[in-house]
């Protein structure tokens, strides 16, 4: 295994990690939510080139740490209400919140234990 790309589970993590973020970031656009658009978009982004770079196990950690902000009392993304579409669309939409935001935070609690193994290891 190398040090940035690791086993299976970890790569899994990885994707599950990318694809959360993307869904969420074209969810809230969808419903004119720029605030949370950008933000998850801004972590995509610095996410995405920490990956890329060798040895970022600790950038990577801060950016998944930052990821766990959005779902303190303070920020809480999750309580989010979308509007302006129709019911069957509002709540579609908050299902899809709700699925994405656990694939967001299983995935980075996964990422987040592997590169707090790897450095104790």
């Known amino acids: 295994m190398s040090e940035t790309h690791d086993s299976g589970i970890d790569k899994l993590n990885h994707m599950r990690f990318l694809g959360a ?7 809230f656009e969808e419903f004119d939510h720029e605030k949370w658009a950008a933000w998850f978009a801004e972590v995509l982004k610095d996410y995405q080139e920490a990956y890329d770079t060798p040895g970022s196990h600790n950038r990577q950690l801060a950016i998944v740490e930052h990821v766990f ?16 579409k129709d019911p069957a669309a509002l709540q579609e939409a908050q299902e899809k919140l709700i699925k994405f935001s656990k694939q967001l935070w299983a995935s980075a609690r996964g990422i987040q234990a592997h590169i707090l193994k790897a450095h104790v290891d």
Not at 21 to 27: E, G, M, Q, S
Not at 69 to 84: I, R
């Open 21 to 27: 973020l993307t869904a969420l970031v074209r969810l």
């Open 69 to 84: 902000m959005a779902f303190t009392g303070l920020s809480d993304f999750t309580q989010e209400k979308f509007s302006g």
